[in-house]
């Protein structure tokens, strides 16, 4: 019921994120409104040591069984329990979150709210299509950059299917399990690069690359190095700064240093 809770903010998809929040803001009006206590954070309500059988207006105990525990929303207190049950640390939040291994192996419980998954699943589904239907509409020089930014292996002579399998397989498994991007939504990043403005993403590819063969050096500290010179303060500013009108030597001159690097590779 905290739309602030570290629960919400540790959500990786915006969506969910913002439904979470905008659910818990809900319930929490509603649920205050119909019992009369105040339920946020710090209340006296949740003190547990103050319940007693003539003062039930605090959180009491709740006993899972095996099975399925069912939770009469009719009943608001019946709708509070199932609220802070849901975000117990011995209860997974969903069945998903736990076979994805973001809760012990031996979590007994998991949350089952039906609307909450609909929407999920309509969600991902939903990103799902428009991910695929972006990828088969993209032209193969532009499927080889965004796979680059992906950091999957692609260079300069993949092959076009091969290109097209690599993004799709990564699609296909939703997380990067290792590497530069471990953790992250595969989908959300590949739409995230396949959105972009093509003078951007050519831009960035470029910057990209030019990182990677170390014609640029990116230091800790995020400032952007061409040999001992400082070039830009991150890659961000790198980015826009070669994107300027104004600055279209530079980019021409770093793509003629790339081109240059990649003969000597062969």
Known sequence: MDPDSSSIANIRDPHEKQAAKNKAAERLDRLQGATGLILTPGSSFWDYAKYSDRDRNHVQPFKLIDGDNLFDFKNPYGEITFCWLSVHPRVASSLEAYQNGEYPSDTQFYVF??????????????????????LDSMSPDNRKKVARLMALPVTEYTKETQVYNLIDS?????EFKDGKYKGLNSINLFLQFAEMKQGKLDVKDTVMQALDMNIYRRKDSGRIYEGDVEVAPSEEELLVKLMSDDNQDELLALESKLKARKLVSI
Not at 122 to 131: D, E, F, P, S
Not at 170 to 174: D, F, G, P, V
């Open 113 to 134: 709210d039906e609307e909450v998954e609909n929407d999920r699943m309509y969600h991902k589904k939903m990103t799902v299509n428009k991910a695929t239907v972006r």
């Open 170 to 174: 990564a699609l296909k498994q939703t």
